[in-house]
């Protein structure tokens, strides 16, 4: 009786009735408001909504497209980000600032490539890939998690590296000596987001992709250092809803694209559609106001971010295009981790379409960083392409870092992360 006694009840959970027959059938009708939303999602991972309201929650959102609206998604994920395990900023801030990366345009801060999957064409392990080559250059905060619709995620495929890296070590507390130690680290989602095991059996249950599944590439848990980044989606619509989301969130530099196959990368096959976010001048901004009148929030700032769409295709980054059956072998984790380790210790033929795909993206993360716009030796390619993009130069910077051992070394440094300290 006492073992019986000890168990701790579950607290009553939090109805939201209200706000799920305000939801459907027509939200927009009865002036649902994203922040509505967000509080609602705010239960879900504090874990104080019954099973079947978070299902009916997840559903109403799904089909009624709210969950592909850039306001719902850029709130639900700030209170994901709220939600996740605490890393101390301020001093993960002192110890990126102090790692004298600077180049060109890009000020040293973290990076990630991420893409919301989905897209069922099951290609190599691209953004994981370009992710840990781009670390030669650039500080990476890699974000990611076990595949939900591929046969080889993120998670999956650092796993079956040899010598393979412990996942679980890279935590709020590990982080900071993390990168003391190295520039590359992958954030895995399942540590820092633990609140996602109270939605995991009614997302499986389901069936059909919810709003989490496009919030993980917004939700990084380390989002405030976070210079710039390179978003996939699957879809060509999500595509400018996601550079929208990225911008209410703060975001500065950044790129979300969609290859043509609803691909979510850039693709290697052909077209890529991009929307890009810069910082710009703000053309209403007067540098006549006098101190003081500036604290109104309406008041113009020097600069806002805008969002230019253009397309990409291999030919602007100087490659040939292959298509994607080349490139989607659709193998296991641990065929693809072959393959990885191959490409960052330099032992693909230097035209394999696969190393293609992987330059074609860590060439936009580096482009998009602006460590492009910093000169390095005589070779620096200065032709600009589609977007103002230094495309040719990330592709030769991204060869260098190969071809220099660089990325590999970020690499080990990362593997040896759990070993030594």
């Known amino acids: 009786m006492d073992g019986i006694n000890a168990i701790t009840p579950q607290k009553p959970y939090v109805s939201i009735a209200p706000l799920l027959k305000r939801l459907w059938p027509s939200p927009e009708a009865t002036q649902v408001t994203a922040d509505e939303v967000a509080l609602a999602i705010s239960h ?68 990630d490539i991420v893409g919301t999957g989905g897209d069922n064409h099951s290609t190599f392990n691209v953004s994981t890939t370009a992710s840990i080559v781009a670390s030669a250059e650039v500080l990476v905060a890699k974000h990611g998690n076990r595949s939900a619709t591929s046969k080889s995620g993120s998670a999956e495929v650092l796993a079956s590296m040899d010598p393979a ?63 710039a980044r390179v978003v996939g989606v699957a879809r060509r619509d999500l595509g400018p809803v996601f550079a929208e989301a990225l911008r209410i969130g703060g975001a500065k530099k950044a790129m979300v694209v969609c290859g043509e196959e609803d691909l979510d990368e850039i693709s290697c096959a052909g077209r890529t559609f991009c929307w890009r976010l810069r910082e710009v001048a703000n053309p209403d901004y007067r540098d006549d106001i006098v101190d003081g009148d500036t604290s109104d929030e309406s008041t113009p700032r020097p600069t806002v971010v805008a969002i230019d769409h253009f397309i990409l295709s291999p030919a602007d980054f100087g490659l040939p295009a292959h298509p994607l059956c080349d490139v989607a072998p659709g193998k296991s984790p641990r065929e693809n981790a072959v393959l990885l380790k191959k490409l960052i210790t330099n032992q693909l033929d230097a035209d394999d379409p696969v190393l293609h795909f992987v330059l074609l993206n860590a060439a936009a993360l580096l482009d998009v960083t602006g460590a492009c716009e910093g000169d390095v030796g005589g070779d620096t390619i200065e032709e600009r392409g589609p977007g103002g993009g230094r495309w040719k130069e990330g592709i030769r910077r991204a060869r260098l870092a190969i ?19």
């Open 403 to 421: 071809e220099s051992g660089a990325c590999l070394r970020s690499w080990q440094g990362f593997v040896g992360l759990g070993r030594d300290i």
């Open 44 to 111: 879900v991972f504090r874990g104080e909504l019954s099973p079947v309201q978070v299902g009916a929650l997840l559903t109403a959102l799904h089909f009624t497209g709210w969950d592909r609206k850039a306001d719902v998604l850029a709130k639900c994920a700030a209170v994901m980000r709220e939600a996740a395990a605490p890393v101390d900023i301020d001093a993960l801030r002192a110890i990126v600032g102090g790692k004298g990366v600077e180049r060109g345009e890009y000020r040293g801060g973290l990076c």
């Open 165 to 227: 890296p412990d996942l679980d070590y890279i935590t709020p507390e590990t982080i900071l000596t993390a990168y003391e130690r190295t520039q590359y680290a992958f954030l895995f989602a399942q540590v820092f987001h633990p609140g996602m095991k109270r939605v995991a059996t009614v997302r499986k249950e389901l069936g059909w992709r919810t709003i989490f599944n496009l919030l993980g590439p917004l939700a990084n848990p380390v989002d405030p250092l976070i210079e």
